[in-house]
């Protein structure tokens, strides 16, 4: 296939073409997560608060496997700009490899750390138990979703934006239409309640995995798995590695964030919990339409990157820059203006809807200003420069918003912990700027 057109292309319809299915892909992934959290709610309150404690270990089998997957692209896109279509199918094959590996790895050890670690947060034997089941099943699974992601990254990599939306979006519907004959029961179906919610993602994510390996098998892909790859390459498996583990931290760093807001929060009142699990997957919809244009840019500068077409890199940077922006302002105003009704959708209890509709109205302050960060953080993976990458990531979610939270929830209560996040964003903003023009300008 012909995938010179990254190059050569204009810059903004090739970044509209590249995002906008990413787009579409994101805010269906965000429609399904909040759809999936609605049929959840009406299990019970409890329900919603197990899948909160399950949500850090979930997001972190999850980073892993989207984190790689951007080694997998990063490393892709760069052989093949610079024309080196054999490394190119090298770092295919040995990517999907130790995803694989991966997803053993990791159903093994989740499953096994899930019951210590929901008991470190709550004594009632209901959450756990429902936390056990949500999690036993969906970790069940871990196999076919790294697999899935990094099928993802692949397409993705090579320009074949419109596989992976499609895939993604099959993926959901079906997660969506099996959520209520699986929780709720339909005919000769039972009612599984937490259990079908689980089982419907992960019977979502199969169904992903089967249209990659039918688009696969069926049409020409710029890149081939083959066995003459599979042969041990260190200097290879360290440059997956080299961006892939940064960028699995990076997405792995909220994980370690939400556990610490968790321990903070829940000393005042399990609704803080809630509340906190809730903007989590408002924050989904809300910043995956971003992610998604972050998506598209990220193997166009790779590419360009491995052109040395240096110009392009930086207008697709500000480019990226801009519409993101414009995505989180639209999101500020939702959460500043329809704050009760958001958090409403996901529970009937007074006071956690008030509690909630406190903390939308100022997280959302810091939404703006952290598209700087998001850029700045893609587009350094889309260099090979994951460290740097890294740098913005751990000042977000480790150097500032920690320490800010503590002292803040130390002063003001829990409401200090809502006002740690916009004073994060921008303290995080500036130094994104500064990390990523001195890591693009070094010889």
Not at 16 to 31: G, H, K, Q
Not at 135 to 144: A, G, K, P, R
Not at 285 to 307: E, S
Not at 347 to 373: D, Y
Request: proline share 4%.
């Amino acid at each position: 296939m012909n995938d010179t057109f990254m190059k050569t292309k204009p810059v903004f319809p090739l970044l509209l073409s590249m995002a906008l299915p990413n787009v579409i892909s994101m805010l269906v992934n965000s429609l399904y997560n909040i759809v999936d959290s609605l049929f959840v709610a009406q299990i019970s309150e409890q329900a919603m608060t197990a899948l909160s404690l399950v949500f850090p270990i979930q997001n972190f089998v999850n980073a892993v496997a989207i984190g790689f997957g951007i080694g997998i692209n990063a490393q892709i896109a760069l052989y093949l700009g610079a024309g080196d279509h054999e490394n190119a199918n090298r770092a295919a094959t040995h990517g999907m490899m130790f995803s694989l590996l991966h997803g053993v790895l990791g159903m093994i050890l989740c499953i096994a750390i899930m019951p210590g670690f929901l008991r470190r947060f709550t004594t009632d034997p209901t959450l756990v138990d429902m936390g056990v089941t949500y999690s036993t099943i969906v970790f069940l699974f871990s196999l076919v979703n790294m697999a899935d992601l990094a099928f993802e990254k692949i397409f993705q990599s090579v320009g074949r934006m419109n596989v992976a939306m499609v895939a993604l979006i099959t993926g959901c519907v079906t997660n969506i239409a099996l959520d209520p004959v699986l929780i709720f029961g339909l005919g000769p179906v039972p009612a599984l309640g937490i259990a079908g919610a689980a089982l419907a993602t992960g019977i979502g994510q199969a169904v992903s995995l089967v249209v990659y390996l039918y688009v696969y098998c069926t049409t020409e892909v710029a890149v081939r798995f083959s066995r003459r790859c599979l042969r041990f390459d260190a200097a290879l498996d360290g440059k997956l590695y080299a961006i892939g583990v940064p960028a699995i931290l990076n997405l792995a760093l909220p994980s370690l964030l939400v556990t610490f807001l968790n321990g903070l929060l829940a000393v005042y009142s399990q609704s803080y919990v809630t509340v906190l699990g809730i903007y989590y997957k408002l924050q989904t919809f809300l910043y995956l339409p971003a992610n998604g244009i972050v998506q598209g840019m990220r193997p166009l500068v790779g590419y360009n990157y491995g052109a040395r077409e240096h110009g392009r890199v930086s207008r697709l940077y500000s480019l990226t820059l801009g519409l993101s922006a414009g995505i989180m302002a639209i999101g500020t105003l939702l959460c500043l203006t329809i704050a009760g009704p958001l958090m409403g959708l996901f529970t009937s209890n007074p006071e956690t809807i008030a509690i909630g509709q406190t903390a939308l109205r100022i997280i959302c302050l810091g939404f703006i200003v952290s598209a700087v960060s998001t850029t700045s953080s893609g587009a350094l993976e889309g260099l090979g420069k994951g460290v740097p990458s890294l740098v913005i990531s751990l000042c977000r979610y480790i150097i500032f918003i920690m320490p800010i939270a503590w002292v803040l929830c130390g002063r003001m209560g829990p409401t200090g912990v809502w006002h740690a996040f916009w004073i994060t964003e921008a303290l995080s903003a500036v130094i994104a700027y500064a990390v990523y023009h001195k890591a693009v300008h070094q010889k």
